[in-house]
């Protein structure tokens, strides 16, 4: 993969958080009052700083980990096997939330051009989750360029717009948000201590910028070689993108006014208007509402945030089988055969994501107190695990750089490990109240669920192990399971006498005497080489006599085997098999569950002579 | 089943709808005016005339139809199956409506005593449904005394509370309904045509009343002897008890001035106030508000629609039963043993009943224009029915009834017919665009489903006619699935070489080259006495190639049968399951396609010594 093409693939999701980050560093000032909100930049700021230690230190996990530098990864080969899971659980809740996050921002943004689709956001983002499963379910594998259109239009329309309005504020041209005259309603009056925890929950919501940074230190393996080199290189192009449009964006939004609040009635707004986002709104201020470059943005803006979601469709599935293969998460998920282990992830993905969507209602603000919490846990143990990997690096001694540049490594991560860890606590205390206390529980939960699959693989594979010598049953008694006298049955008493068994019978459940009286004559005319047993059920149940009649069999021969023989017939569409076989299916279930018996479907096929021709006559 | 017990089991649907009935009419009328409201007597009368003509027109379906005649009986003998298929949907249609509507009016009616009940109406409806299905579901036989309760309550604080109004009313005191100083907000003008329109929709709406009588025709074998002149008695019972409580409450409302709309703002009330349904109304009219007899009728009330819905748990399985004995619904539903096809009729019913319920809000106004059109077709089939029922008695002159009295008795079937007819019409037209039209897609719909499956039981059934001679295949190819060497791959090996096959193999797919040399070393150390085919399958996939191999073996000898063993293994849980044997379960599935093959499970038991007790040491 060259760098223009990962760029625009990798780096979909980190760029695209501009969309949201400077909105969400101004919903929260703007609770103090606009004068608060003349301090974005400062946050801003804040935040490019560590997007800066981050990016750096991740620079350090693509030399270091050229196979792929996950945090999951990582963790494991540092710190063992529970912090590992523990940020795999931070992961998957953060794949969850890129889906969440984006698409519902990605719709925000469309509604600020067209306003005539905010009532109908909810709806809206639910569908374009069921698009992206569906495209992804039908394996449409995104190519490089169809990536590359909406990234790099995103970066060159977000750039033009940054340029045009530092052109405008230098040459002294007016530059006015729509919402730059509006006033606050209510202003809080802030302290010293109330102000300084506004400020770090301000922090706290643009650390959504740096979202979707792991990609690259993940993904090296796909690169041209020099891989790591390249990854790193790439990196270094998104981190000076990053900062410049976040940062470009964000002094602009302080500079036109930009006002944003949760509730309507803040800035003094009718209940049902909508409000515009920061982009929809600079776009307003320096091209003008209605003009190209206005909808350019929003419509590259909407599809660069699709993209990012669907980065999630391709790396959820994948930590799921890596966690599969550990047996930390159902084999179902394990990458093994047919595709259908990645549509497992991609349905269970989808599903979340969706329902998270609906429980908050496509709310960005609400959606990201659950998004930072987790992306920043597994920062910080990756960069933790990155410290200890150079630890191990001096003491094992084997490595080819010298002490000095490990000393300098380590301290970078070291570096980024008290940053991240930092931040992690800060989101923690200013989120926790907000939304960030359900991933702390979600945590622990997906962690406690992955140790407890782990264990039953376990108990499992120590039962499974062979229990000394292969044995061998001394006889087969077959029993063939016979409600009416038609073809499936005749051919599974066929079957059955073909293996030669030692003992045989027809079973049948009585459910109406005068059925099964029918049943016998037409038993004795056909001449059925096969005695027939007829078992009564005065509760017309079916399973129960049949499992009650093998169980007996089985107790008065234990050294044998009882072979159950199950006709079926199979018709020639799958929503035709739900009208049918309903009843052998349950018997067949139940009696999995009995020592010492097998069970066998003997299959007719219908609607073709497929079944016949494979029947020899026989006389008598 | 005494007369005083059948009373409140099967009248609980019929009598309860005096909780809605009034409602429905005052709705209507009141988009005329105040003044039209004062004619709701008048509707009310048209409506008990026509209670009457149907009642007394059922009493000789009980004589004629001593084992039970339902509209789908009565329409099957008399008019052939496609008018019987409508019956029977028109007739699910009204059993679906009756839980959803009578749940939906009984906590309408907790609202009105209760209004901090209503903004969660919806939740707490839907609640009670799952409720209700959880109870039948269990198996919870009502007994009749348990009915007893709420029925007699109800009709004796009605009673109560219809005879102190009418004291009232006499005795000169004032008779003040809360909303009887409310005047409406809008007054439609109304012409001769457009008054006429809304008398007959208001009388449409009113008709209401009627649902729920066909229950005791239905009933006929459960009542004590003589059975036939006992229900008709319970009819009659019936008939006057809701004659003088509907007549009674629509007067009493009327006189009252209650008033009624769908819309709060028509009544100039706040948007967020909750509307006090008619009974509730007249408690405090008469009682006064807060008063013991007004907290006691809502409560019976209540009660006594959640016994009417009850009603459609046991009708609804019941017909779903007899249509799918008759072929035209899956087999599922038929009764026979483990009462689960019973618990398929509870949980399709409650479904589609919450889904109404979420659907419309809960709102009986809504819900009632999809209840009435199915009452009153059913009603009409029913009455035809009956009236080719005498011409047939009057052309084989085989009834022990006089020509005279058979005479007498069509006419009355052919008023009622004609009445219900012509009440069938105008339901239709000025119910259609309210909602009826759903009703009038669905019954086609469930037609045109039910003509399917009929047709493809038929089709199937003629498939499996045996075809000539019982056959006997030569010889048993034996291909045992193998992935790893574990002890339910031993049992299979067993279990299969104890059948004694002609030919005998073990299969395994290579997805990781690594995986298939050590099991191939494996299984020359442990001197398996079976060969192992390694079949390479370059994409990972396990199906295909499997199902390839076996359709080799088929192929190369089509006159044999190929047994394919399947080692699997059964976890002590049936949550443990899902995380095991997923690919066995689609070779299986997928196997069953192929002819001349059979399909056989060999379980181990995991987690007890069940397994190994069953095999018997052998040596070599």
Avoid at 16 to 45: C, N
Wanted: charged share 10%; aromatic share 8%.
């Amino acid at each position: 993969m060259p760098k223009w093409m990962a760029l625009p693939i990798l780096c979909s999701d980190p760029l695209s958080s501009v969309a949201y980050a400077t909105d969400e560093i101004i919903l929260v000032l703007g609770l103090g009052g606009v004068a608060w909100i003349t301090r974005t930049p400062f946050v801003a700021a804040a935040v490019a700083v560590l997007i800066i230690i981050i990016v750096m230190s991740y620079r350090q996990t693509c030399y270091a980990y050229p196979s792929g530098g996950g945090a999951y990864a990582v963790s494991r080969a540092n710190l063992g096997v529970a912090p590992a899971l523990v940020a795999a659980s931070a992961l998957m809740i953060d794949y969850i939330m890129t889906v969440a996050v984006s698409i519902s921002s990605g719709v925000a943004n469309i509604a600020s051009a067209f306003p005539g689709v905010a009532p109908h956001a909810v709806s809206i983002t639910l569908f374009c989750i069921a698009l992206l499963a569906v495209m992804n379910l039908r394996g449409v594998r995104e190519s490089g360029r169809a990536f590359a259109v909406p990234t790099y239009g995103f970066i060159v329309s977000i750039l033009v717009l940054v340029v045009w309005g530092f052109i405008k504020v230098l040459t002294g041209q007016p530059l006015q948000a729509p919402t730059a005259d509006i006033q606050y309603r209510q202003i809080e009056q802030m302290t010293g201590l109330t102000g300084a925890i506004l400020l770090l929950r301000a922090f706290a919501s643009g650390c959504t910028a740096l979202t979707g940074v792991e990609a690259i230190s993940n993904a090296v393996p796909h690169f041209r070689a020099p891989k790591s080199r390249n990854a790193s290189t790439t990196l270094l192009l998104m981190l000076i993108l990053s900062v410049t449009m976040f940062g470009g964006t964000a002094l602009l939004a302080a500079k036109s006014g930009i006002k944003l609040a949760h509730d309507n009635a803040a800035l003094g707004l009718p209940a049902d208007a909508v409000q515009q986002t920061v982009l929809a709104q600079l776009g307003a201020a320096i091209s003008g509402n209605g003009t190209v470059l206005f909808y350019v943005v929003q419509i590259f803006t909407a599809a660069v945030l699709l993209m990012a979601a669907n980065t999630a469709y391709n790396g959820f599935p994948i930590l799921a089988g890596i966690l599969a293969k550990d047996d930390f998460m159902p084999h179902q998920f394990a990458r093994r055969g047919d595709r259908l282990s990645f549509s497992n992830g991609i349905v269970v993905l989808s599903i979340i994501a969706g329902l998270l969507v609906w429980f908050f209602q496509a709310d960005v603000s609400k959606l990201i107190q659950l998004y930072i919490l987790g992306v920043f846990l597994s920062f910080t143990l990756s960069q933790v695990g990155m410290v200890r990997h150079w630890n191990e690096e001096l003491r094992s001694g084997t490595s080819t750089l010298g002490v000095a540049a490990i000393n300098r490594k380590r301290l970078l991560n070291a570096v980024g490990a008290a940053a991240t860890g930092v931040v992690l606590v800060v989101v923690l205390f200013t989120k926790f109240v907000h939304g960030a206390w359900i991933v702390c529980i979600a945590i622990p939960a997906f962690y406690i669920l992955m140790r407890a699959i782990k264990a039953h693989y376990e108990r499992v594979d120590a039962h499974l192990k062979p229990q000394g010598r292969s044995t061998l049953p001394s006889n087969v008694h077959a029993v063939v399971l016979v409600s009416r006298l038609h073809q499936p049955a005749l051919n599974a008493i066929s079957f059955a006498r073909a293996t030669r068994p030692s003992t045989i019978v027809a079973l049948t459940v009585q459910t109406d005497p005068h059925e099964s009286r029918a049943l016998m004559e037409e038993w004795q005319e056909q001449e059925i080489p096969v005695p027939l047993v007829v078992v009564d059920s005065p509760y017309r149940e079916i399973s129960r006599p049949v499992i009650e009649y093998v169980s007996n069999v089985h107790r008065h021969s234990p050294r044998d085997v009882v072979a159950v023989y199950v006709p079926e017939y199979v018709v020639t569409h799958w929503w035709e098999q739900i009208l049918h076989n309903q009843t052998a299916l349950r018997i067949k279930t139940r009696l999995l569950f009995l020592p010492g018996v097998m069970v066998t479907s003997v299959p007719t096929q219908l609607g073709d002579g497929g079944a016949s021709t494979a029947l020899a006559e026989v006389a008598g």
